[in-house]
Nanobody, 124 residues
Framework: QVQLVEFGGGLVQAGGSLRLSCVTS????????MGWFRQAPGKEREFVAA????????TYADSAKGRFTVSRDDGKNTVYLEMNSLKSEDTAVYYC?????????????????WGQGTQVTVSS
């Protein structure tokens, strides 16, 4: 069993930045590919970014490319999502997820474990 806890959400003005962290329990963090997803009110959950084992492979949603950066620190069992140039449409609950399936999956159903989410609100 893997437990994930997200940190770093909050209220920020448009154009600002936030850094989300997701800390995982267990000693096998390096065995998991990690993903970030988000869900806005009234919308389906959507993929944001993912990073493979070892951090050599990353993938992003078109909405995140050029503005968000996903990274990981296996020594700290932590995955990060650096978000810059935030827009009001980035407002959502952000979730991290872990999987042993695939390199860095973009589909949420491929992820085994999920955090409880952290709210990001971008004011315009």
């Amino acid at each position: 069993q893997v437990q994930l806890v997200e940190f770093g959400g909050g209220l920020v003005q448009a154009g600002g930045s936030l850094r989300l962290s997701c800390v995982t329990s267990g000693r096998t963090f390096s065995a998991y590919a990690m993903g970030w997803f988000r869900q806005a009110p009234g919308k389906e959950r959507e993929f944001v970014a993912a990073i493979g084992r070892g951090g050599t492979f990353t993938t992003y949603a078109d909405s995140a490319k050029g503005r968000f950066t996903v990274s990981r620190d296996d020594g700290k069992n932590t995955v990060y999502l650096e978000m810059n140039s935030l827009k009001s449409e980035d407002t959502a609950v952000y979730y991290c997820a872990a999987t042993t399936s695939g390199t860095a999956p973009m589909r949420d159903r491929e992820y085994l474990y999920w955090g409880q989410g952290t709210q990001v609100t971008v004011s315009s």
